[in-house]
């Protein structure tokens, strides 16, 4: 049996799209693989929710509880640890995660941490990426996959959907374009990963 964990800070559309998904392809028959743990940073994240009402195990790991901590960063992933390790998961699925992982946490789990990013990497890491492309004037945003290296969005990259740029295109449009894209990739992206695992 492989367990993935799914990493959320909001209302986790991704994560909603992956868990559809794994249910409609049947991951548990075909791959043996089932969503074992979903986690939120976010205690008031609404995805928390949605995941306990199809009977999966969720988690609360607040980083605001390690502020007072001598090294709060530190002292968060190594609760994100304690909580993940009892799963032995395969496959560490960021899906809107909004924190920044140390070195420390990526390098426990190379090449089991996934993440999407809204915008064609390597252009645009980072935030408001919609706005900046835009701003910098290019025709094609979209969306992509990679895994967790050491280096913020710079992973090796899995998998990319390409969206257009329209003429007067603002922020929110094109955003809420990409995400449909996104609820296809990062499925598609894992689904491709557990074809690889198959034994
Ligand atoms: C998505 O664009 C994702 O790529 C980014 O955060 C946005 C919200 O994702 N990291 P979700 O609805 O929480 O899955």
Request: hydrophobic residues 45%; without cysteine.
């Amino acid at each position: 049996m492989k367990n993935i964990a799914i990493l959320i800070s909001g209302g986790g559309s991704n994560m909603k799209s992956i868990i559809k998904r794994s249910q409609k392809a049947q991951w548990l028959k075909r791959y043996q693989t089932q969503i074992g743990l979903v986690l939120s940073n976010d205690p008031l994240a609404s995805g928390i929710d949605w995941a306990k009402g199809q009977g999966l195990s969720t988690a609360i790991v607040d980083h605001k509880n390690f502020l007072q901590e001598e090294n709060p960063r530190r002292a968060f992933e190594d609760a994100l640890i304690h909580t993940l390790e009892p799963l032995a998961p395969d496959l560490i699925v960021l899906a809107g995660f909004m924190r920044i992982l140390s070195p420390h946490f990526v390098s426990r789990y190379t090449n089991k941490l996934m993440n999407i990013h809204p915008s064609l990497l390597p252009a645009f890491t980072g935030l408001h990426t919609h706005q900046r492309a835009i701003d910098a004037g290019v025709k094609f945003a979209g969306a992509s996959v990679h895994w967790v290296s050491d280096v913020v969005d710079a992973g090796q990259i899995i998998d990319q959907a390409v969206v257009p740029i329209l003429p007067g295109d603002t922020a929110s449009g094109l955003a809420s374009r990409v995400l449909t894209q996104e609820h296809l990739l990062y499925p598609r992206a894992i689904e491709n990963w557990l074809k690889t695992q198959a034994t």
